[in-house]
């Protein structure tokens, strides 16, 4: 049983939504018969998850004490909520703050790759990689979930000759 903050009462745990969809594709084939072939493949994936935050903030009677106290403290008490769940007693000096947020990562992620024979002997490979995955964790602090991103772009060439009984790269 969950303390339902705005209903002010107890309430039933439920399942927490939850979404993942993944797609794609991919294709492929010779650009010029038995000479340059092309092969590109994009992969994405949306991922959605509500996530519980709990932590342990001061009440608002400890904040009022420390700021009478510090005023200097004022910008980092607006960065921390309330507790919104019942406090252990009407003393208490901290309570839990509960809240369910959203937990999101996706990528968008495509290769290509295109191979040229040369000669009978001889073939070039290009490889391009580009991808942009982005993630955000909550966070029970105001305005700090854990953001990351990251950014990959990647090319590479790749050169092979070789003879009958030998190969270079």
Do not use: M
Not at 90 to 100: E, F
């Amino acid at each position: 049983v969950r303390w339902n903050p705005v209903k002010g009462e107890p309430c039933l745990a439920t399942k927490v939504p939850f979404t993942y969809n993944q797609f794609g594709g991919s294709i492929g084939g010779p650009i010029k018969k038995n000479k340059i072939f092309l092969f590109g493949a994009y992969e994405g994936y949306r991922y959605e998850l509500q996530k519980r935050v709990e932590i342990t903030v001061p009440t608002q009677a400890t904040r009022t004490q420390v700021l009478t106290a510090q005023p200097i403290y004022a910008s980092t008490f607006a960065l921390v909520p309330l507790p919104n769940q019942p406090l252990a007693s009407p003393t208490a000096t901290t309570g839990l703050y509960d809240q369910i947020a959203p937990a999101i990562n996706r990528d968008n992620h495509f290769d290509v790759k295109g191979d040229i024979r040369l000669t009978d002997s001889s073939n070039l490979s290009l490889t391009y990689t580009h991808a942009r995955p982005y993630g955000q964790t909550p966070s029970g602090y105001i305005g700090n979930d854990n953001i990351q991103y990251a950014y990959t772009d990647r090319g590479t060439a790749s050169y092979v000759i070789g003879g009958a009984s030998w190969t270079s790269e």
